[in-house]
């Protein structure tokens, strides 16, 4: 059952997650370059330098387009793994970003904006905020040669205290080369998990 929180004496200004071993989380706050360089230095930090700059400029492309999503999309904060799990490299990340609802908008009623919300998903509660979850098969992008479909999973919620702004987190992961396989499923279920941890928290 999802219930609302009690508005609190502090609105949280930040947040946290317990993350499982290999994943790391990146802020968006800095320069895309910043970002890379310190994504790129983690994942290989157990390898000679010297002996993968061909696979390091290679993996700090990608890395660069996937910084520069994330921040178009109001990104705050990237997570991905960065080591293997069980001998196998995990192709998976999430982006937790901001959103605003605009001025205009009077008396919002935060539990209906959430069931209208709901018809695509359903009603969640995380750290006692009432959300929305949504899951959905995301096809390739047209414009981008070699893209592949990826399964979304997005949460959506108030942050308490202050019901014009709210925080989305953006799970994707193309699964094991097919989104809807076994290996999809069970990304899913660990990201599922990952939010179970969520807590609000003031600096």
């Known amino acids: 059952m999802v219930t609302t929180q009690t508005e609190p004496l502090v609105t949280p200004n930040s947040y946290a997650l317990v993350l499982p071993p290999g994943w790391i989380r990146v802020s968006l706050g800095g320069t895309v370059d910043a970002a890379v360089k310190d994504i790129a230095d983690r994942m290989f930090a157990r ?34 793994p960065v080591e293997e799990m069980h001998g196998v490299t995990v192709s998976a990340s999430f982006v937790v970003g901001g959103a605003a609802l605009p001025d205009e908008l009077d008396d919002i009623d935060t539990l209906g904006l959430l069931g209208a919300m709901a018809a695509d998903g359903g009603l969640v509660e995380v750290d006692g905020s009432a959300g929305v979850r949504t ?9 981008q040669p070699g893209a592949t ?43 599922d998990a990952m939010m179970c941890t969520f807590e609000w928290r003031t600096r």
Do not use: C, H, K
Not at 135 to 143: G, K, N, V, W, Y
């Open 149 to 191: 479909a990826s399964r979304r999973v997005d949460y959506v919620f108030p942050i308490p205290g202050d019901t014009r702004r709210w925080l989305t987190v953006a799970f994707s992961t193309p699964g094991g080369g097919d989104p809807s396989d076994q290996v999809a499923d069970v990304l899913v279920q660990l990201f």
């Open 47 to 80: 390898l000679p330098r010297d002996a993968y700059l061909e696979r390091r400029r290679e993996m700090e492309d990608l890395l660069r387009e996937m910084v520069r999503q994330a921040r178009a999309t109001n990104g705050i904060d990237l997570y991905l």
């Open 135 to 143: 899951e959905r098969i995301q096809p390739p992008a047209a414009d």
